[in-house]
T-cell receptor
Framework: DSGVTQTPKHLITATGQRVTLRCSPRSGDLSVYWYQQSLDQGLQFLIQYYNGEERAKGNILERFSAQQFPDLHSELNLSSLELGDSALYFC?????????????FGQGTRLTVV | AQSVTQLDSQVPVFEEAPVELRCNYSSSVSVYLFWYVQYPNQGLQLLLKYLSGSTLVESINGFEAEFNKSQTSFHLRKPSVHISDTAEYFCAVSARSAGNKLTFGGGTRVLVKP
C-alpha cells in the first residue's frame, strides 16, 4: 500500500459526460501529480500541483482540469468525454518537488467511456 | 525535453534464467533515472533509482541497473527471475532542474514461464 488513495477504482460513463477523479496523497506529501496510461499513448504526465498551486503542466487536454484543495487532496475533472479518453488515470504524491524525490503512486482509476 | 525508449515491449523468460530490460534516454539536461514496476491491476512501485555516485544501483529484490552516461542508457538486469517477477517494467527520467515530473518509456512486459 503506497498510502495514495484514488477513488473511484472504476468508472464507466458515456461520451459527452463529465467525471471527477479524486486523489488523497500520502500523509505529509505536498505535491500531487496526475498521469494517464493508455494503450496508444503509454504513461503520460498530465499536471502537477504543489501545496495548492499548479506547478507543471504536461499533455493535458483543455477539456481536462485539476485542482488541489487546502487539505491537499486533488481532483481531476474530465469533461466532454470522448472514447479516446478511456484510460487508467494515476495519481502520485511526493513530499517535495525535488527531482530526486520518490513519487508514490495510487492504484489508479480505470475510466471507460462508452 | 526528455524522452525514454524501452527497446523491448515484451520479454518472455524462463524461471531462474537471467533477464535484461533495455532503456535508453535522451535529454538536453542532467536527469535522474528510475525503474518502476507495475504488477497486474496495481499501481506503479519504485524498483530502484540512480541519483548520483556509483553507476550501479541495486534493489532489495535482486534487480540491478547500471547508468551509462556515454550511451545514455539505464538497463535493468536480474540474474535469476522468479514467477513473481511477472509484471510490466517502466524506465523513467526526471530533469534535475525542473521538478520531478516523470517521463516514462513505453514499458516492457516480462512474462516468467515455469
Amino acid at each position: 500500500d503506497s498510502g495514495v488513495t484514488q477513488t473511484p477504482k472504476h468508472l464507466i460513463t458515456a461520451t459527452g459526460q463529465r467525471v471527477t477523479l479524486r486523489c488523497s496523497p500520502r500523509s505529509g506529501d505536498l505535491s500531487v501529480y496526475w498521469y494517464q496510461q493508455s494503450l496508444d499513448q503509454g504513461l503520460q504526465f498530465l499536471i502537477q500541483y504543489y501545496n495548492g498551486e499548479e506547478r507543471a503542466k504536461g499533455n493535458i487536454l483543455e477539456r481536462f482540469s485539476a485542482q488541489q484543495f487546502p487539505d491537499l487532496h486533488s481532483e481531476l475533472n474530465l469533461s466532454s468525454l470522448e472514447l479516446g479518453d478511456s484510460a487508467l488515470y494515476f495519481c502520485a504524491s511526493s513530499v517535495s518537488t525535488g527531482g530526486s524525490t520518490e513519487a508514490f503512486f495510487g492504484q489508479g482509476t480505470r475510466l471507460t467511456v462508452v | 525535453a526528455q524522452s525514454v525508449t524501452q527497446l523491448d515491449s515484451q520479454v518472455p523468460v524462463f524461471e531462474e534464467a537471467p533477464v535484461e530490460l533495455r532503456c535508453n534516454y535522451s535529454s538536453s539536461v542532467s536527469v535522474y533515472l528510475f525503474w518502476y514496476v507495475q504488477y497486474p491491476n496495481q499501481g506503479l512501485q519504485l524498483l530502484l533509482k540512480y541519483l548520483s555516485g556509483s553507476t550501479l544501483v541495486e534493489s532489495i529484490n535482486g534487480f540491478e541497473a547500471e547508468f551509462n552516461k556515454s550511451q545514455t542508457s539505464f538497463h535493468l538486469r536480474k540474474p535469476s527471475v522468479h514467477i513473481s517477477d511477472t509484471a510490466e517494467y517502466f524506465c523513467a527520467v526526471s530533469a534535475r532542474s525542473a521538478g520531478n515530473k516523470l517521463t516514462f518509456g513505453g514499458g516492457t512486459r516480462v512474462l516468467v514461464k515455469p
